[in-house]
């Protein structure tokens, strides 16, 4: 079984935690002694060194400071800041709403060549369209209470899609079955949105796969997850969003997606179960 998806961060920051350990060690400085110097409790600074409260950019400069070490706090810094970008909450991102999350993404969709997305709950965002993206995200904002700025975000949305159509991208997606089924919005915007996806089937630089509900896995069902070349895998939560860097954690979710592959159904077998689901809307 893969690790928990905030494994990347929780990793990220015990190295941090670790460094900071060294630092204390190689000053030849207690706990107590250190949490002394920075006008901490002793508690904090044991949560900071067991990786179990993440420090802010001001304790990394004062851990430093205290072990004589100032020359390393920029370098640290930055590592701190990489570790919290790994795992960032839904609500602190839609904080100002959506549009501004959507717009961010952007450049690394322009950038990336090849995409591999599964999900297993909705459309990808990158295939939606746009009633089915402000139906979807107004849903988001009011279970997260949130400002809803829907129609702004699928604009948005609507927007990153483009790079379906620019050249020097190519598209593998796996969808479970189960996102043909799931209702989002009202049956006219289902409808447009499976007949969307079978416009999109078409296309020379997607391959569209389809595991069905018979299928016999050889992977259970996973959170969606974006994999931007073999670069950075983006994989949602209820509550968060987790991004991974680590080579070694961007190559276990590129083996899940090529499990995933082998189950799937492409062509005329996935256009039949997307026209049994624009028929099942009847």
Known sequence: MTASPSSAAQAARELLAGRLRDLRLDAGLC??????????????????????????????????????????????????????????????????????????????????????????????????????????LSTIARFQDTPDDAPQAAASRIERSAVLHEGGHTFAFLLEETVLRYRIGDAETMASQLGYLLAVAALPN??????????????????AFYLFDDHQVSAELLTAAVNVTAPSETAVYAKAFAEMAKIAVYGTTARTLITEAITALD
């Open 31 to 136: 706990g107590e002694e250190l949490a002394l110097r920075c006008g901490w409790s002793p508690s904090k600074r044991s949560r900071i060194e067991n990786a179990k409260t993440p420090p802010s950019d001001e304790d990394v400069r004062r851990w430093c400071a205290a072990c004589g070490a100032e020359d390393q706090a920029a370098d640290l810094v930055a590592v701190n800041r990489q570790a919290e970008q790994m795992y960032v909450h839904w609500k602190k991102l839609h904080r100002h709403g959506m549009r501004r999350a959507q717009d961010e993404v952007l450049p690394l969709y322009a950038r990336t060549r090849h995409f591999r997305i599964y999900t297993s709950n909705v459309v990808p965002g990158i295939l939606q369209t746009e009633a089915y993206a402000a139906a979807l």
């Open 206 to 223: 997607v391959s569209l796969g389809i595991i069905p509900f018979t299928a016999e896995r050889r992977m259970w069902p996973l959170e």
